[in-house]
């Protein structure tokens, strides 16, 4: 079943046109599978956004989307791509005043940001850790120093654009004719054409590459945060900055602790003639076990609580506290004599 549109475009169903405009161009840029050909399922999402925004900016099928969902959108003859509008370029052109990637618009582009994945355990969390993440981004072609041509070769300027990197052409919709410029097929917007292409990048100027980063993964960081290292992900355009590298960090699971904040709990067994008459047991820490005092008396489900045993908050400061949790642990079989001892003991408290 298609997901709601406003879900794909991470807008509030009373989302004005311009906030709808803001999101798709986002997404756009994040999902173009030029940009993300390491992803396979980058030109699925990035068809899913365009059709979300071409039903949503219509003001007509939002109505009908927003009364009888998809169902009612398809059966008012909608399909995405086609009706109303050419294609989805045709959406771009019309919405975004060009192209919805940057090309063929005044300036470099910057390159397309790169995700990646650690995974540390909880007690790496306490002081920190280091951790090297490998992922495949676009780099600038180091043979001919992104400029796509043989070293020691000339330049020429476009002949199908003039060096201009755009074409014009005139298009009907139903405003009426629409002269729209688009990235020159031939020079790919550069304006210029390498005589001789580069032999390792194929006059591209960009190259697919594996790279490799250290990433310092700060104490106290929660799970599913992201630790963002700018300029480490895709090559822009000549002259533009890279794209960023998030990386988002795994918390592994530890069934000693749970964890809220900068708080932990841990589940303490406690011997029934311990609860009773008092003693010592061991609390497991992030630091190794700690022997904690138990009160005569104490019953099930109390807690003692060891300040600065828990974890620093991500910006720094005091540790939280551990809450060691007790739980009584009944014996299930009992010997002839020690079944009567506990029948006096009972007879005794009655």
Same mark, same amino acid.
């Given at each position: ?78 399909? /995405?791509? &086609? ?64 400029? &796509? ?34 990235? =020159? ?15 390792? =990048? ?35 355009? /000549? ?39 008092? &003693? ?32 620093? /908050? ?37």
């Amino acid at each position: 079943m298609p997901r709601d549109y406003y879900e794909v475009l991470g807008v509030d169903r009373g989302a004005t046109d311009a906030e709808l405009k803001r999101s798709f161009r986002q997404l756009a840029r994040e999902l173009h599978p030029d940009v993300n050909s390491h992803d396979p399922e980058a030109e699925e999402k990035f068809k899913e956004a365009a059709e979300a925004y071409e039903v949503l900016s219509d003001a007509e099928r939002r109505r009908t989307y927003d009364t009888f969902g998809h169902q009612g959108v398809r059966a008012g003859g909608f399909s /995405p791509g &086609g009706a109303g509008f050419g294609s989805f370029q045709e959406i771009f052109e019309m919405f975004l005043g060009g192209d919805a990637f940057g090309f063929g618009r005044a300036g470099p582009s910057q390159g397309g940001d790169v995700g990646a994945v650690v995974e540390v355990s909880l007690a790496e969390v306490l002081e920190g850790a280091e951790r090297e993440v490998s992922f495949e981004a676009v780099s600038v072609c180091e043979h001919c120093h992104g400029n &796509g041509a043989e070293p020691g070769t000339p330049i020429n300027a476009c002949d199908n654009c003039n060096g201009s990197g755009q074409v014009q052409s005139v298009r009907r919709s139903i405003l009426g004719q629409v002269m729209t410029a688009s990235p =020159c097929p031939v020079c790919h917007g550069e304006g210029r054409v390498p005589e001789t292409p580069c032999e390792v =990048c194929g006059g591209a100027g960009r190259v697919a590459e594996s790279k490799t980063w250290e990433v310092d993964v700060p104490a106290g960081i929660e799970d599913g945060q992201r630790i963002r290292i700018a300029g480490a992900g895709h090559a822009g355009d /000549p002259g533009a900055r890279e794209g960023d590298l998030y990386v988002e960090v795994r918390i592994a699971a530890d069934e000693r602790f749970a964890r809220q904040g900068t708080e932990l709990a841990t589940r303490v067994p406690l011997p029934l003639t311990t609860a009773m008459l008092g &003693g010592e047991v061991q609390v497991p820490t992030l630091n190794g076990n700690a022997t904690v005092s138990v009160k005569p008396g104490t019953q099930h489900g109390d807690a003692e609580v060891l300040d600065e045993e828990g974890l620093p /908050p991500l910006q720094g400061g005091k540790r939280g506290a551990l809450h060691a949790v007790f739980e009584l642990e009944v014996p299930t079989k009992l010997s002839k004599e020690q079944r009567k001892l506990v029948e006096q003991l009972g007879e005794t408290l009655e």
